[in-house]
């Protein structure tokens, strides 16, 4: 057994890891937003309409917010149950962090995609931070209640899909946040739109609370190792019976095209807008065995990953930023050659643009993560 600071060391390694992987495919969604966008993709995606290279360069990026959110209920509990001292609540740490990244999300992060305020996009953030607000209401509920709270959201939200109202019913405000992707205020100077519908992900964050004690000072790495292992497999076995028969969890069933590609890429075209059970099944199964992977990290990229993925929320803002400065330094020198916006030609120059930036907002993220350690100020951990 290690001492308990090694295991802090290795723990918290091993999920900054993780982070730092997600972060660095969503750059890859991102700049594919930027400069992929006169070639859009759909929810589920239209197959005779997207290229594979970018049917799996999206599918990749779906990996970034169920594991953002299962991470942030993970590490709320991590919060709650220290190494070191008594356990405490985690209530205040999640209403604090969870209405900064709701401030964030109105503010700051909306600007970064238009450069204006003409439509607040309540996104990824909003849904994090407003998922915190709720875990902090239940927290401290019985674990069984909160099993069944999480449980019964993830795998039964998809019965809620035929349930809408229109504009003018009451309830509509409430529906689209919680699970229609719509507008809360569609006139004025002023828009809003709920675009990520964020009852599913009430769901998630519950569920990686409730997986909190997978890192617990009592259990061992073989035996944690063994439960990431199942708990991986059991997802990826699920989501194989649910969407190989097509029963339950999609709301598009897969098709058999003349070419095996074609064919994986309708198994796996999946919904995101609210994520549906099978998108959930297989992308939570791939973030636990990718977790297995990293409890042994070998080579400099561990730190390289550890560097990114410890200050996710510096990084996300710092990467916003420069994209829509690049953008429109490029749309400037080069002209507009997608009607009146600039887009590469291909997802290859999407690839290597990501790589590039990778490597420039290394150093800045490096250097946050190091700051932010020695900082004694508490809003600087809240980056």
Same mark, same amino acid.
């Given at each position: 057994?290690?001492?308990?600071?090694?295991?802090?060391?290795?723990?918290?390694?091993?999920?900054?890891?993780?982070?730092?992987?997600?972060?660095?495919?969503?750059?890859?969604?991102?700049?594919?937003?930027?400069?992929?966008?006169?070639?859009?993709?759909?929810?589920?995606?239209?197959?005779?309409?997207? =290229?594979?290279?970018?049917?799996?360069?999206?599918?990749?990026?779906?990996?970034?917010?169920?594991?953002?959110?299962?991470?942030?209920?993970?590490?709320?509990?991590?919060?709650?149950?220290?190494?070191?001292?008594?356990?405490?609540?985690?209530?205040?740490?999640?209403?604090?962090?969870?209405?900064?990244?709701?401030?964030?999300?109105?503010?700051?992060?909306?600007? =970064?995609?238009?450069?204006?305020?003409?439509?607040?996009?309540?996104?990824?953030?909003?849904?994090?931070?407003?998922?915190?607000?709720?875990?902090?209401?239940? =927290?401290?509920?019985?674990?069984?209640?909160?099993?069944?709270?999480?449980?019964?959201?993830?795998?039964?939200?998809?019965?809620?899909?035929?349930?809408?109202?229109?504009?003018?019913?009451?309830?509509?405000?409430?529906?689209?946040?919680?699970?229609?992707?719509?507008?809360?205020?569609?006139?004025?100077?002023?828009?809003?739109?709920?675009?990520?519908?964020?009852?599913?992900?009430?769901?998630?964050?519950?569920?990686?609370?409730?997986?909190?004690?997978?890192?617990?000072?009592?259990?061992?790495?073989?035996?944690?190792?063994?439960?990431?292992?199942?708990?991986?497999?059991?997802?990826?076995?699920?989501?194989?019976?649910?969407?190989?028969?097509?029963?339950?969890?999609?709301?598009?069933?897969?098709?058999?095209?003349?070419?095996?590609?074609?064919?994986?890429?309708?198994?796996?075209?999946?919904?995101?807008?609210?994520?549906?059970?099978?998108?959930?099944?297989?992308?939570?199964?791939?973030?636990?065995?990718?977790?297995?992977?990293?409890?042994?990290?070998?080579?400099?990229?561990?730190?390289?990953?550890?560097?990114?993925?410890?200050?996710?929320?510096?990084?996300?803002?710092?990467?916003?930023?420069?994209?829509?400065?690049?953008?429109?330094?490029?749309?400037?020198?080069?002209?507009?050659?997608?009607?009146?916006?600039?887009?590469?030609?291909?997802?290859?120059?999407?690839?290597?643009?990501?790589?590039?930036?990778?490597?420039?907002?290394?150093?800045?993220?490096?250097?946050?993560?190091?700051?932010?350690?020695?900082?004694?100020?508490?809003?600087?951990?809240?980056?």
């Amino acid at each position: 057994m290690h001492s308990d600071q090694a295991f802090i060391r290795s723990r918290i390694q091993s999920i900054d890891m993780m982070r730092g992987l997600v972060m660095l495919i969503m750059l890859l969604d991102h700049v594919r937003e930027r400069f992929f966008y006169h070639m859009q993709v759909l929810d589920p995606m239209d197959l005779d309409e997207t =290229s594979a290279s970018l049917f799996f360069s999206r599918f990749a990026a779906h990996l970034c917010a169920p594991v953002f959110v299962f991470l942030t209920g993970l590490s709320a509990w991590l919060y709650a149950n220290p190494v070191n001292g008594p356990a405490r609540s985690a209530r205040s740490f999640l209403l604090k962090r969870g209405l900064f990244l709701i401030a964030l999300e109105v503010t700051i992060i909306n600007f =970064s995609w238009m450069g204006s305020y003409h439509t607040i996009w309540l996104q990824v953030i909003w849904a994090i931070g407003l998922s915190m607000v709720v875990l902090a209401l239940v =927290s401290q509920w019985p674990k069984a209640v909160l099993a069944l709270l999480g449980f019964g959201i993830v795998f039964g939200h998809n019965l809620l899909t035929p349930v809408s109202f229109q504009p003018e019913e009451w309830g509509y405000s409430l529906w689209t946040i919680l699970h229609d992707r719509n507008f809360l205020v569609s006139e004025g100077a002023v828009k809003i739109k709920a675009s990520y519908p964020v009852l599913p992900w009430i769901g998630v964050i519950i569920l990686g609370y409730l997986a909190g004690p997978l890192y617990s000072k009592t259990l061992s790495a073989e035996h944690r190792g063994r439960l990431l292992l199942q708990l991986g497999a059991g997802c990826l076995l699920l989501f194989i019976v649910l969407r190989g028969f097509n029963i339950y969890g999609e709301t598009l069933d897969w098709q058999l095209y003349p070419d095996l590609v074609t064919s994986l890429m309708s198994i796996l075209n999946l919904t995101k807008y609210p994520p549906s059970l099978n998108y959930l099944l297989v992308t939570l199964g791939l973030m636990f065995l990718l977790l297995f992977v990293l409890e042994k990290p070998q080579g400099n990229w561990t730190q390289i990953l550890v560097n990114f993925g410890s200050a996710p929320m510096f990084f996300y803002i710092l990467h916003l930023y420069v994209l829509l400065v690049l953008y429109r330094i490029v749309l400037a020198v080069c002209g507009p050659n997608q009607g009146e916006g600039f887009g590469m030609e291909h997802m290859g120059w999407i690839w290597l643009t990501t790589v590039l930036l990778a490597v420039a907002l290394y150093l800045p993220t490096k250097w946050f993560s190091l700051y932010k350690k020695r900082s004694q100020q508490a809003w600087i951990r809240y980056l």
